[in-house]
């Protein structure tokens, strides 16, 4: 088999920071975070014991100082795109692996350059003229090799041909990325890339499959991975500046036709289509309304019309009893943030299927209704059952403020009620003597309950504790939960909460 083709890795480090900043990070302490846990963090953080994939509370006690900034992969790709405009003028075919990294083929660059680190050194030097300092390059057999050898650069790494085995021996496993693998061969003993190379292949495969071997590869220097050239994508926004505002919404929905047409029509010459946009509108007073939207298949010209129509409903919503009121739009910028190829979205030879029928009914529906005419069921993370349950609009993207995948304390595990009460319902419990048992500050029940509403009580089984917020003495809250079944066998979940009875859902 003939040795995999030389590559080149540009790293541009902590470009999170940088997009967040707009700048190169300083002496500031600065981390970047996502879901309350570190994504990035600048030099300086670092220094003082801030590292990725600490939790913020952690970070921060260790940097009192610490500057936090929320991830925006948005922000990082669209900073990113002058960098590759950049580099494509100096060497074709480079391909983004992602914001901050880039990686292209090494023959061609070290020709014209006189060698590979020359050229690593030379695009180096032009990333740092335009305020990209403290970049590093890595040159090695293969793409992963590379990528590790950027990482240790200083500012150049080459590996030589056929040195990548020896190369990525001493490094740790961790740097294979994929958390279950790796923490799998931890507790199993092996902790570096030259332990897990030395495994036989046949006991990679019986124990962690294909996936396991591909990574048994890449620890042994043999990455076969395939390097994609692929150019910067072109500038697909368009926008309207009106000569005067325009207050009413349809006014501005049937001023950017052409813009959307122009957005559409963009697409269409890349063969491409639209599944997800960003709508920016400008108001007179400087005001910007900035909202992406998302499309169950993809955007015509029409959708994106509709889009802006109820985006300036929601903003006559939201400042209906504000200064901003009477605010008219001056400016409207249609940007696609997420294509796909147009093939993916033809019809088919015997006509459309049920889905795309589906989509064009409720499309059609929900232009009649308005934005929030036609929703869609969302589950979502939180301790109470009415938070847990988000009625998504149909073909939005709503941000996930609460994740459902993280680990929610005092949340209902499954099976779940069937109803839920949104707000709870007033519940009539009551013991033998005729009064309402209460919990107190320890999680007694005072005495059992016989009854509920107007049915008796066979079962029973509680409390379980519901506390949140505990830190926040304002919004702290503070509840038991009860399961009750009936004499007419239904099954109830019943809160007590505030020194009163209430049902939150019940179970059929």
């Known amino acids: 088999m003939s040795a995999p083709p030389r590559h080149l890795v540009l790293w541009l480090p902590d470009w999170p920071v940088r997009a967040a900043l707009g700048a190169p990070p300083g002496d500031e302490p600065v981390a970047v975070v996502q879901a309350n846990t570190v994504v990035a963090c600048s030099a300086s953080a670092r ?7 600490q939790r913020r509370r ?13 991830a925006d992969p948005l922000q990082e790709q669209r900073m990113f795109l002058p960098v590759l405009r950049l580099l494509e003028e100096l060497v074709p075919g480079i391909q983004p692996l992602r914001p901050g990294l880039i990686a292209l083929r090494a023959r061609g660059a070290s020709r014209y350059y006189g060698g590979e680190e020359h050229a690593a050194r030379h695009l180096i030097d032009v990333l740092a003229e335009h305020s990209h300092p403290a970049s590093r390059a890595g040159v090695a057999d293969g793409l992963f090799t590379a990528e590790q050898a950027a990482r240790l650069a200083d500012p150049v790494r080459v590996v030589d041909q056929g040195e990548s085995r020896a190369f990525l021996a001493p ?9 279950q693998i790796t923490a799998l061969l931890t507790k199993l003993g092996v902790r570096t890339l030259a332990d897990f190379a030395g495994l036989e292949v046949s006991h990679v495969r019986d124990r962690l499959g294909e996936h396991g071997v591909r990574l048994h590869d890449l620890a042994a220097g043999a990455d076969s991975r395939p390097l994609i050239p692929q150019a910067p994508e072109p500038q697909l926004a368009r926008e309207i500046v009106f000569d005067s505002p325009l207050a009413q919404a349809e006014q501005v929905a049937f001023a950017v036709r052409q813009t959307a047409d122009a957005v559409t029509a963009g697409l269409a010459e890349l063969s491409q289509v639209c599944t997800e946009v960003r709508i920016e509108l400008t108001d007179d007073d400087g005001g ?25 409903e929601g903003i006559a919503s939201t400042f209906a009893d504000t200064e901003r009121a009477g605010a008219g739009i001056l400016e409207v910028r249609i940007t ?16 459309q299927g049920p889905e795309q029928r589906l989509h064009h009914a409720v499309s059609r529906v929900q232009a009649l209704l308005g934005h929030r005419g036609v929703v869609t069921p969302q589950v979502t993370g939180g301790r109470r059952l009415a938070e847990r349950q988000l009625f998504r609009p149909w073909g939005d993207q709503t941000p996930h ?25 007033p519940a009539r419990v009551t013991a033998a003597d005729g009064t309402a048992p209460s919990v107190d500050e320890r999680g007694a029940l005072s005495a059992p309950p016989v009854q509920i509403e107007d049915a008796g009580v066979l079962s029973w089984a509680g409390p379980w504790p519901l506390r949140e917020r505990t830190w926040d003495a304002d919004h702290a809250r503070s509840a038991q939960r009860f399961q009750i079944v009936d004499d007419a066998q239904r099954a109830w979940l019943v809160l007590w909460e505030d020194g009163s009875w209430w049902i939150e859902g019940r179970y059929r």
């Open 58 to 70: 952690l970070a921060q006690t260790n940097s009192p100082g610490l500057r936090i900034l929320h």
């Open 401 to 425: 403020l609460r994740d459902a995948a993280l680990p929610w304390p005092g949340s209902l595990p499954s099976p779940l009620p069937s109803e839920v009460f949104a707000p709870p319902l």
């Open 336 to 351: 696609p943030t997420r294509v796909d190829d147009s093939a993916h979205h033809q019809p088919g030879l015997f006509g």
């Open 171 to 179: 490094l740790p496993i961790q740097v294979l990325g994929d958390e």
């Open 288 to 312: 910007v309304s900035s909202r992406v939207w998302m499309h169950p298949t993809s955007f015509e010209a029409s959708d994106l019309i509709d889009r802006v129509r109820w985006q300036l």
């Open 47 to 53: 220094a003082q014991g801030v590292r990725r994939g």
